[in-house]
């Protein structure tokens, strides 16, 4: 978690809705109704992972790890993950798997460079993986490209600010070798159309596919920002929120508000899956509780999201995730669900993985 160790706790107990528990909303013309406690409860039940397995991706080399992003290509599982190299900045990796227990390194993404807005900091987040619950996890290609998102940002240090959000490419998901970038970020703190509780910084995003286009745009992208401090008496809370694209190259922001919003600390790290017709947001807390921890909110129109009051998916419990257990990227595969997070504890920051049952 971090952010300096103060930027790390988010959901649980404040299910207010955005409108106020109106029972019913209009997104584009169309109605949809509040999402109901009684199926907030099933997913809970669906998507809860009580049993830890551990940590499976290890500091790497001395250097702290984070943010994984998993993905399925030709049999094979990948994961990216970042990390950061101690007073420098972010970089970006590659890892495989047969079996989503144990994962093999194999090289580098995105790494520092000499120059550009992004030459300190760039942590890569996998784009466009199908997001249907117990689907394909397949990282699918747009216009002959496979996609990430990531954060950068122009200066050394951990997260210095301003960061913005990028957009990179590869032709093949499943080599590793540097990504593709954008001469400019997409989304920055300095464009006119930056809302209020995004004046600060940017964070982690995910871009999801929508073929239906519910908000009349295929492409989807949900992230955490960081307000100026100069609403909300001086605290700089992070939020979450959306932005629509066509072609993945030049985004819009929806709305004027967050769309999750805890009103202090941390909600962050979106990654969005659809169970049945309801969309599903796992997402992690700091700092509004104890600690941090991975919770969830429901949608049934992408916009409007109803936020689980309920237990933690993912809290400190154990030795190696003591101080924190958040940062999601869950996945149902053969009918296990495996919540992978960013543990924190007596074995540094590491990737550690929490599953529906027990697996030896």
């Not at 496979?146 to 093949?172: H, Q, V």
């Not at 990227?329 to 495996?338: A, M, P, S």
């Amino acid at each position: 978690m971090n952010r300096r160790e103060f930027n790390a706790v988010v959901l649980a107990g404040t299910a207010s809705t955005l409108c106020g528990g109106l029972s019913a909303r209009r997104v584009n013309g169309a109605v949809s109704e509040e999402v109901k406690i009684e199926e907030m409860e099933n997913v809970y039940k669906e998507v809860k992972t009580p049993f830890k397995y551990g940590i499976v991706v290890e500091e790497l080399g001395g250097h702290l790890v984070d943010s994984p992003g998993i993905f399925r290509k030709d049999g094979t599982w990948f994961m990216s993950f970042i990390s950061q190299s101690k007073g420098w900045g972010y970089e970006s990796f590659l890892a495989k798997s047969d079996d989503l227990l144990k994962w093999e390194f194999l090289g580098p993404l995105m790494s520092f460079r000499e120059e550009g807005w992004d030459a300190w900091q760039a942590a890569a987040y996998p784009a466009l993986v199908d997001c249907a619950w117990s689907g394909s996890s397949e990282m699918l290609p747009f216009e002959g490209k496979y996609w990430y998102t990531y954060l950068g940002g122009a200066l050394k240090g951990y997260e210095t600010e301003p960061l913005s959000i990028g957009m990179a490419w590869t032709e093949n998901p499943t080599k590793v070798g540097e990504l593709g970038r954008l001469e400019k970020p997409v989304l920055s703190v300095s464009d006119t159309s930056a809302r209020w509780f995004e004046k600060a910084t940017l964070y982690k995003s995910n871009v999801i596919w929508d073929r239906d286009k519910t908000l009349g745009h295929p492409f989807v992208m949900y992230y955490n920002a960081k307000c100026d401090g100069s609403r909300a008496g001086g605290r700089r809370t992070e939020r979450i929120g959306m932005a629509v694209s066509d072609d993945l190259l030049t985004w819009t922001r929806f709305g004027e508000e967050p769309v999750i919003d805890n009103g202090t600390g941390i909600s962050g790290d979106p990654q969005i899956v659809k169970i049945g017709d309801l969309w599903v947001m796992f997402y992690f807390g700091a700092f509004w509780r104890p600690k941090a921890f991975d919770t969830f909110a429901v949608s049934r129109d992408l916009v409007h999201w109803k936020k689980w009051e309920g237990p933690d998916l993912i809290s400190p419990s154990e030795p190696w995730d003591a101080t924190y257990a958040h940062k999601p990227w869950v996945v149902k595969w053969d009918g296990v669900v495996y919540h992978y997070y960013c543990a924190v504890g007596n074995r540094g920051r590491a990737i550690a993985l929490a599953t529906s049952e027990p697996i030896k």
